[in-house]
């Protein structure tokens, strides 16, 4: 099992900047995958970023990239995701998940979430 705790939401207008973070306790190793998903009202949970405990590699959707960046702190099992330049576009409720093996870009992908973390970005 693998808990998953995020933080760091909140408001902000746009071109403004905002840094998430999901701590994970339980059963973590450098084989896991950690993504970070968001589904605005009305629409379908999507991944926009995702990295390897490893570090090997990192994945960004078009529409983040430039913008966000993700990153990992092993000793603290802490993954972040610095924003940068927020548009109103990406208002959304933030989810962390957590897989093992390769990068998934399906919610099925990931059996383990958090409970989300609000971004609201005022133009």
């Known amino acids: 099992q693998v808990q998953l705790v995020e933080s760091g939401g909140g408001l902000v207008q746009a071109g403004g900047s905002l840094r998430l973070s999901c701590a994970a306790s339980g059963r973590t190793s450098s084989s896991y995958v950690m993504g970070w998903f968001r589904q605005a009202p009305g629409k379908e949970r999507e991944l926009v970023a995702a990295?390897?405990?490893?570090?090997?590699?990192?994945y960004y959707a078009d529409s983040v990239k430039g913008r966000f960046t993700i990153s990992r702190d092993n000793v603290k099992s802490t993954v972040y995701l610095q924003m940068n330049s927020l548009k109103p576009e990406d208002t959304a409720v933030y989810y962390c998940a957590n897989r093992y093996g390769a990068i998934g870009r399906s919610t099925t992908d990931y059996p383990y979430w958090g409970q989300g973390t609000q971004v609201t970005v005022s133009s």
């Open positions: 990295i390897y405990w490893s570090g090997r590699g990192t």
